[in-house]
């Protein structure tokens, strides 16, 4: 019962803060320039990134993978 009048609070109180957060956006919705932000890279930088991720975290999941095997091998 407990949970119920307090997920009855928490629900009242997230709609209440929606509905503030909502009437001050319609009333002058702000504008944002982010032509400087988006214009400092470019999408081969982007993609270097990415696959530099993807290739570290591949190099971490074959390590654990073959300390996996390893030990496998040794317990028999």
């Known amino acids: 019962m407990k949970f119920i ?3 009855k609070k928490i629900g009242t109180g ?8 909502q009437s ?10 982010l032509t400087q932000l988006t214009s400092s ?7 270097t990134a990415v696959l ?3 290739v570290t975290l591949m190099s ?3 390590a654990i993978k073959a300390v996996k095997i390893v030990i ?4 028999g």
């Open 5 to 7: 009048s307090f997920a």
């Open 14 to 21: 997230a709609a209440l803060t929606l509905v503030g957060v």
């Open 24 to 33: 001050a956006l319609a009333a002058d919705p702000p504008t944002v320039d």
């Open 41 to 47: 890279f470019t999408s081969n930088q982007i993609v």
């Open 52 to 54: 530099a991720v993807s």
């Open 60 to 62: 971490v999941y074959v």
């Open 72 to 75: 496998g091998m040794v317990r």
